[in-house]
Nanobody, 131 residues
Framework: QLQLVESGGGLVQPGGSLRLSCATS????????IGWFRQAPGKEREGVSCISVDDTTYYADTVKGRFTISRDNAKNTVYLQMHSLKPDDTAVYYCARARSDPREAYASGRDNLHTDEYDYWGQGTQVTVSS
């Protein structure tokens, strides 16, 4: 059964760090790109970052320089390391499997961090940044 399971969320003070994990099963992770998204209360789900099969990475402007996405195919896991967290980063964070290579989406002028580019989703993990 195809699954993506997020973990690592929690409460952290502004300026702090967290590392989220996305454990995958039921498909060959090394064949697919994976993205991270987040959704704050009352807001639409937005793309945060994605990583292609060759480790090419993309980031939303709001997290560039603070977040780092990585993958360990041997562990079937994708990570999102978050530093310098801000209250605006508070949201439920989701990982998702891409329908196609985000490099191709980018070259075609599509937004490779749009939810339409992803087909399978995890249940999410809450990240709260507050003092």
């Amino acid at each position: 059964q195809l699954q993506l399971v997020e973990s690592g969320g929690g409460l952290v003070q502004p300026g702090g760090s967290l590392r989220l994990s996305c454990a995958t099963s039921g498909f060959h992770l090394d064949w697919y790109a994976i993205g991270w998204f987040r959704q704050a209360p009352g807001k639409e789900r937005e793309g945060v970052s994605c990583i292609s099969v060759d480790d090419t990475t993309y980031y939303a402007d709001t997290v560039k320089g603070r977040f780092t996405i990585s993958r360990d195919n041997a562990k079937n896991t994708v990570y999102l390391q978050m530093h310098s967290l801000k209250p605006d980063d508070t949201a439920v964070y989701y990982c998702a499997r891409a329908r196609s290579d985000p490099r191709e989406a980018y070259a075609s002028g599509r937004d490779n961090l749009h939810t339409d580019e992803y087909d399978y989703w995890g249940q999410g993990t809450q990240v709260t940044v507050s003092s």
